[in-house]
């Protein structure tokens, strides 16, 4: 159990598997992102028809509601959500930094309120592995501080109350079926990310995460800060770079040793009625779609653009039909899917870093990991 | 084409098939309502595993939006919302009535204003065939007006501007391949009814629709005009029974003659978080449901039902999260389908009449046609 083999590997790109209690996953993986126990807009049917074999759920949002207990009472997570590959829950932590009202943090752990109802609540490491436990994901993750990636002193603190806390999420952790994950943090301060990978890697982890990358950092200080980290960990471990990211952030990713991916991009982009394409990121609200019989991406074997015309979905995304959030979800969840699975078989025949360059290409109008590209003049035009 | 064909009877009720451009539609037969070319919150995929064959889409609100122009420049409304089986659409007039902001109507037409931006447009007999050759539908129907069931005098007016209606919609019809049917009006008025009943069977209709019913009057009211209509009608064409109904509805409505239903009702149920039960209705909202591990009705074969509990369906709802919509449609969507399918092979194998009895039981909770029977002082609790 949660033995990684590497199958294959082209310059610093590995392909793999992770064995899990819920079957292997096939690295590298991109995994969809269900916060609240559903993929957003989809059914279970639906994301194995896509290809997804890891999700993500939120520790955070599921303590508070339906909350932990309610989820292993049923029978634990994949059974209540009905997902019977392999699941990875979050610690929490970074949840309680970015969505909490109001926050307290101590040595000890954290005191914060919901974003929900504002009733207070309280997790340390030892209350993160509870509830992960009675989640019961495949892979658990160890409960960290992500800390303002520019604040060296800052980080450092937070980095050093993250190496503690992770020491202890292995002592508190009882279940042997579930991976627990390390996770390095450090900012962007390459002298605390060299001694956090170290730290990290010195530590009995099945797996290592790679945490407080893809906030608000630029893409050059996100490859150093990987490069770094990725030189100072072992070969045979899965690393999981977390909340990334776009099609180029997958590649470059990918190209420096990643295995793991997680992100909400594909379905949050959905709902503001965006698509990648290699044309580069369309909003499908823009009247210039009205009568076009294409469909989105016309080398894209999704079951929408297999199906619907461009025309279609704006006539949904104009009419607030919410089958557009669930058409759009597909399309934008099986470009990445199939992207990493199609650079998991090139890194397996060898063909990889060749054909990275027209990977870059394809997909550079789509790299922005805000909605602030979209062009909304023309989200006024509701006719 | 367009064909009725008897294949069995008992008492009234009948089992049939009508011959269509899209295919045989075997009758009884309920059709979901897909008002702006989408079955709310559903894929035609999900669609076509729930059964469903015939669908309703409404003239009104294409016309409006995306433009039935539009539509008929890609292809027509099956190859627009890519459903490759029967589709009726509705006339307009009952929107026209009930949705636009105002309106003024003369013999010769209707002009209205648009609910969704104010715009003034005219529906006349001639431009709703238009319109409905434009959006391509295998049954079309005649423009009529309907008016309060209860006021005899001006139900009179109605009536006859719809038979003057009907007569020109049959002469404006330039399409071959589309079946119209002819609407019979007269509210609750049976002395109306009968007029119109015998006017509209002598027509050259190749189907009969029964407008003006589950719009406020007594179920007596209804099984009275029923009644009286379907004795006034030839048995060789189909007869379509115009948004109806709850399940009670739909077998009284079979035991009686009718052949065709449509009703938004299981959908917008969905929406409403009520869910079908041979129990009677249930608000999965009610924290009854928090820890229920049994699935919304045991003996249910759909989607649904076959995978998720209560619990997981009360959680999607109290996070808001849009899967609620979808997975509650499938149910009570393949409720209505599969309660007609049973009752259609019920009538071929001669079980029909002795089966009514446990039917109408086992379904009387959910007779309601509004959602005014939901428990909502339980929907207050939000955690």
Redesign the interface.
């Known amino acids: 159990m949660f033995e990684y083999k590497v199958l294959a590997s082209q310059g610093r790109a590995r392909a793999g598997v992770f064995l899990t209690s819920h079957g292997d996953i096939e690295t590298p993986v991109f995994a969809p992102v269900g916060t609240?126990?559903?993929v957003?807009?989809?059914?279970?049917?639906q994301l194995d028809e896509l290809g997804a074999t890891l999700l993500l759920s939120n520790t955070y949002?599921l303590h508070l509601?339906?909350g932990d207990g309610?989820v292993r009472?049923?029978g634990g997570l994949h059974e209540?959500?009905?997902w019977h590959h392999p699941m990875l829950t979050d610690s929490g932590g970074y949840q309680v930094f970015s969505l909490a009202q109001t926050r307290k943090i101590d040595d000890d752990g954290v005191t914060f309120k919901s974003h929900i109802?504002g009733s207070t609540h309280r997790f340390t490491p030892e209350k993160s592995i509870q509830i992960q436990e009675n989640l019961g994901a495949d892979i658990i993750m160890a409960f960290d501080e992500c800390s303002d990636p520019t604040d060296h002193a800052y980080s450092k603190i937070a980095m050093e109350r993250t190496h503690r806390w992770a020491e202890r999420c292995l002592t508190a952790k009882t279940r042997p079926d579930q991976a627990l994950f390390g996770i390095i943090q450090g900012g962007v301060n390459l002298d605390l990310r060299t001694v956090s990978a170290q730290f990290i890697a010195s530590l009995p982890f099945p797996g290592i995460a790679i945490g407080g990358l893809s906030v608000g950092e630029t893409k050059d200080e996100m490859h150093a800060t990987l490069d770094l980290v990725l030189q100072s960990i072992p070969e045979l471990k899965p690393r999981y770079l977390m909340g990334v990211g776009t099609p180029e952030d997958l590649i470059d990713g990918i190209a420096r040793g990643v295995d793991i991916f997680d992100c909400v991009l594909p379905t949050r982009l959905a709902r503001h009625n965006a698509v990648f394409s290699p044309k580069g990121r369309l909003n499908l609200m823009n009247a210039l779609f009205?009568?076009d019989?294409r469909p989105i991406d016309e080398t894209c074997e999704c079951?929408t653009c297999q199906?619907?015309?461009r025309?279609?979905l704006?006539?949904?995304i104009?009419?607030k039909?919410?089958?557009a959030?669930?058409?759009l979800s597909i399309h934008n969840l099986h470009a990445l899917i199939q992207l990493v699975k199609n650079v998991r078989i090139s890194i397996l025949d060898g063909t990889f870093e060749s054909k990275v360059p027209a990977w870059l290409a394809q997909w550079e109008g789509n790299a922005e990991r805000d909605l602030s590209n979209m062009d909304t003049s023309v989200n006024k035009d509701?006719?």
């Open positions: 609240q126990a559903t957003k807009t989809l059914t279970p049917a949002h509601r339906p309610l009472e049923l209540f959500m009905q109802d009205a009568r019989p079951y199906t619907f015309t025309a279609y704006r006539h949904l104009v009419a039909e919410l089958l959030g669930t058409l509701l006719s």
